[in-house]
């Protein structure tokens, strides 16, 4: 079974509305990264959370780490077609305090005009 | 400007060969990484390094050998007895191993066998 689920596996939305994507663990998030990656190319940082109720916003993206830090969301406002994408979650659930990450299956955003 | 770059952006394999697969990174970055990316599977780390000269097994080894020889450089081999090779390979680099410090990527090289 995978170690970090994400919600939804895919997501259609219309341009201007808003969206949430969530990464969910059974184990402790020690600390958490949120990715985005295009269809075959590299992943692009996004936002690292490591605090439980920690909250961070660049743009219209707003991701926060829940109090227990067991799941973390990512908000996104107003959702333009530069938004669409895969985005993943990428955490350390070993406590090794290095970056031996552990990451979800990804969430497929696709913005319609 | 800087960056990681990964080469080629399409690699076929015949089965019973061993392929190298190449990153190379010019960010200073001590730590470099290699993930395995699998539709439906999210990516899995298949070996890392923190410092030069020196190299850890992820969580899936098997079938892959790297060296770290250079600090700008990290290849990855998939030998032949990485049963299922076809895949979409990712490496990253990151300043330092901690977990502070956000891992870059490039753009990645998808393997399949002929």
């Known amino acids: 079974s995978q170690e970090l689920e994400q919600s939804p596996q895919s997501l259609i939305v219309q341009e201007g509305k808003n969206l949430t994507i969530n990464c969910t663990s059974s184990k402790t998030l020690y600390g958490l990264y949120w990715y985005k990656q295009k269809y075959g190319e590299g992943l692009i940082f996004l936002m690292m959370l490591q605090k439980g109720g920690e909250e961070k916003s660049h743009e219209k993206i707003t991701a926060k780490l829940d109090e227990k830090k067991q799941q973390s969301s990512l908000h996104i406002t107003a959702s333009q077609p530069s938004h669409a994408g895969i985005y993943l979650c990428?955490?350390?659930?070993?406590?090794?305090?290095?970056?031996?990450?552990?990451f979800g299956t990804g969430t497929r955003l696709l913005v319609s005009p | 400007d800087g960056g990681i770059t990964q080469s080629p952006k399409y690699l076929f394999r015949k089965e019973g060969q061993n392929v190298t697969l190449s990153c190379e990174q010019n960010?200073?970055?001590?730590?470099m990484y290699w993930y395995r990316q699998d539709p439906g599977q999210g990516l899995r780390l298949i070996y890392y390094?923190?410092?030069?000269?020196?190299?850890q097994k992820g969580d899936i080894a098997e079938g892959y050998s790297v060296s770290r020889e250079k600090k700008e450089s990290f290849p990855l081999t998939v030998t032949s007895a990485q049963k299922n090779p076809t895949a979409f390979y990712l490496c990253?680099?990151?300043?330092?191993?901690?977990?502070?410090?956000?891992?870059?990527f490039g753009d990645g090289t998808r393997l399949s066998i002929l």
């Open positions: 960010l200073n970055h001590d730590a």
């Open positions: 390094s923190q410092i030069v000269n020196d190299f």
């Open positions: 990253a680099s990151s300043m330092t191993g901690d977990f502070n410090q956000p891992q870059h």
């Open positions: 990428g955490a350390d659930i070993r406590n090794t305090g290095f970056q031996k990450l552990v």
